[in-house]
């Protein structure tokens, strides 16, 4: 009985022993160097994207999108990820265990229009929007992003600013056809402003001959005398 109790004992002790060298071990964890790889939206490798860690400088992603942080200690760290074109990613991590390995993924102004343009295709007006305003961030004055911004605006029934962002693109001198004739229809469909509608039709004409709209012009032009 009493060498069953004794056994019971040492087990118990082993038992406390072994935890407290757990407990131990996890704080005492060596600073270990961190893997981790940097992907865009399309699950694409993401080369060049220059990385911070807890506020001072770190690595930069090879080719294939690798980095190693070196000597992270075990615990919480704050990582932010910065490319050219692409989102700021700042992210909050948990480094404990040394076989971790951490997967970023990043997204370019060309992926937002992109999926902005795969949102206004299937009528989902507030995901293009959101896509949208974060391209914005990026490079507000591409004339791409703001004929998608028009297009959303116009779909949503927000006619005048349809209009103000088209009036940018041909202010920043990107004169395509097309902004004249979108311009044009909301004008003359939407805004009731047959002046303008015949001054953008005209400007339309210029670059591009076209049969049809020289019609409508000259229809337009008679119902303004009238």
């Not at 935890?19 to 060596?30: D, H, L, N, V």
């Not at 994207?49 to 294939?64: C, E, H, N």
């Amino acid at each position: 009985m009493k060498t069953r109790e004794a056994l019971c004992v040492c087990a118990a002790l082993l038992l406390v022993t072994c935890a407290t060298q757990g407990k131990r071990g996890e704080i005492s964890f060596p600073p270990a160097p961190l893997y981790g790889m940097v992907y865009d939206a399309d699950n694409q490798p993401c080369a060049g994207v220059q990385l911070g860690v807890d506020g001072a400088a770190g690595p930069q992603t090879d080719i294939r999108g690798r980095f190693i942080i070196p000597e992270l200690s075990r615990g919480g760290h704050t990582i932010i990820a910065n490319k050219s074109g692409y989102e700021t990613l700042l992210i909050s991590i948990s480094f404990l265990n040394r076989t971790d390995v951490l997967h970023l993924h990043m997204t370019s102004f060309g992926q937002l229009l992109a999926m902005a343009e795969k949102s206004l295709g299937e009528q989902r007006w507030a995901d293009a929007e959101g896509f949208l305003g974060r391209a914005e961030k990026l490079n507000p004055e591409d004339a791409v992003l703001r004929y998608l911004l028009a297009i959303n605006a116009y779909k949503t029934g927000a006619f005048s600013r349809a209009a103000g962002y088209l009036a940018a693109i041909l202010a920043s001198g990107n004169a395509a056809p097309s902004v004249y004739l979108f311009l044009a229809d909301i004008c003359e469909i939407n805004l009731g402003d047959r002046g303008k509608a015949v001054s953008h039709l005209e400007s339309y004409l210029k670059l591009r001959p076209d049969p049809a709209v020289e019609k409508r012009l000259e229809e337009l032009k008679g119902r303004a005398e009238r």
